[in-house]
């Protein structure tokens, strides 16, 4: 399997919540894979829900947080401007890619776990044989995706994402939508987890997904190594 050209989906959600503060995107997660892809020649579209500017989760950018990969992004003008002017995410076509990713940060717990075309997408790729990734609370994207025979997607499948535990050390649990963890087992999927904060990934077929910030890249090189075992 050939994997040049991926679209990345990220979040247009800025709102933490009630509490008045921001969120958005994690940007290690969308950074590592970025570059990761980038530099092995791979083409890049980004897409999210409203085009446009997507919104950067300010923790992200903190001192404790920041990687080479983010480094890389803050000094690199031509990508923040792609990240400045995503397309919308009901005009892209699964038939134009043969990859699609899901960097996380808690924005896509509010829209793209609600998302009608990203639902869409995920189902297209995955029924016409195209790797699905997804990292960290990108999983919530799942929360409605269905088979042709209407049952849940991750219905018995092998699913990873940000923990319950993890939701709790970030004080957040109280705050997002729904957690994540219990959603996906809900939903019936065969949730898998490491340990906290450390790079954990799982594939179910052409399902990957990754649990927290750490395993953005473990993930990127799980899609990269089934495309080349085929």
């Not at 000094?75 to 076509?93: C, I, M």
């Not at 890249?217 to 990269?224: E, K, M, N, P």
Request: charged share 25%; glycine share 8%; aromatic share 10%.
């Amino acid at each position: 399997m050939k994997i040049n050209k991926i679209l990345f989906v990220v979040t247009s959600h800025d709102e933490l919540g009630n509490t008045g503060k921001k969120t958005g995107l994690w940007i290690e997660e969308f950074a590592a894979p970025y570059y990761k892809l980038r530099d092995l020649g791979k083409e890049i579209v980004i897409a999210s829900p409203k085009g446009g500017q997507t919104p950067i989760d300010p923790k992200s950018d903190l001192p404790e947080n920041k990687t080479e990969a983010t480094k890389r992004y803050y000094s690199d003008a031509e990508t923040q401007d792609r990240l400045s002017n995503t397309v919308k995410l009901s005009t892209v076509s699964e038939s134009d890619f043969d990859a699609i990713f899901y960097p996380g940060g808690h924005g896509p717990m509010w829209d793209l776990a609600e998302d009608r075309d990203s639902v869409k997408l995920i189902e297209a790729f995955y029924y016409n044989g195209k790797p699905v990734t997804l990292v960290c609370h990108a999983p919530a994207a799942l929360k409605y995706a269905r088979t042709p025979e209407g049952l849940w997607l991750i219905e018995g499948k092998r699913v990873a994402a940000f923990t319950n535990t993890e939701e709790e050390t970030a004080e957040l649990t109280k705050v997002v939508p729904f957690l994540l963890e219990d959603m996906l087992k809900q939903r019936g999927a065969n949730f898998q987890k490491g340990e906290d904060w450390k790079p954990f990934v799982t594939r179910d077929g052409l399902l990957i997904t990754g649990q927290n910030p750490a395993s953005s890249v473990l993930a990127i090189d799980t899609l990269l190594d089934y495309a080349e075992r085929g």
